[in-house]
């Protein structure tokens, strides 16, 4: 038992080490997003009824950051719009410049064409990357009345490099991945 416990701590320590240096041979990050709807039923009340996100200074517009040449989640948002129970709403990438050590990079806008979606991404590198993200999205209400609720996913998500992650909330969801070019 002890063997294996200094081997998972050296594996550990060893992705630590190497972690840093890989972010110091990268010049930016490939962001891509996935955000979709999902009609699986639920109990939990997440509603609000007026948008809730505290804007941050210097928002950019997606459409400011090149576009990547390829997408890596190409076959997970086929595999979305495929099942019934979701409803694929966006799938951007795009390239923003790498974040200083114990620094913010630029919140990027994110919005989907119709507008139900809104709010931002924004890459934070201190003592390892997070993923600030603050979405809200606007749904009527299944009750009939077509009323309108707002639903928020507001979460900070430490991130490796080239993982994919799964930010779960009972109306939506997002699929991202963050890879250093």
């Not at 038992?1 to 840093?20: G, Q």
């Not at 694929?88 to 119709?114: F, M, R």
């Not at 930010?167 to 070019?181: M, N």
């Amino acid at each position: 038992m002890t063997m294996i416990r200094i081997i998972v701590f050296s594996l550990a320590l060893m992705l630590e080490i190497l972690s840093p240096s890989v972010l110091a041979e990268s010049s930016a990050y490939q962001i891509e997003l996935i955000v979709f709807s999902q009609t699986m039923p639920n109990t939990e009340e997440f509603e609000q009824t007026v948008p809730a996100t505290q804007w941050p200074s210097g928002l950019t517009e997606l459409y400011a950051y090149q576009k990547p040449e390829n997408t890596t989640l190409d076959d997970s948002y086929a595999a979305i719009s495929k099942d019934s129970r979701y409803r694929s709403i966006l799938h951007v990438a795009w390239i923003q410049p790498l974040v200083e050590e114990g620094g913010l990079g630029a919140p990027v806008h994110i919005q989907s064409t119709d507008g139900k979606l809104n709010g931002y991404v924004q890459m934070q590198r201190d003592q390892g990357l997070k993923m600030l993200v603050d979405l809200e999205l606007s749904a009527e209400l299944n009750d009939g009345s077509g009323s309108e609720a707002v639903y928020r996913l507001n979460e900070i998500r430490p991130i490796n490099l080239n993982d994919v992650y799964y930010l779960d909330h009972p109306t939506f969801g997002i699929v991202a991945k963050v890879s250093g070019l």
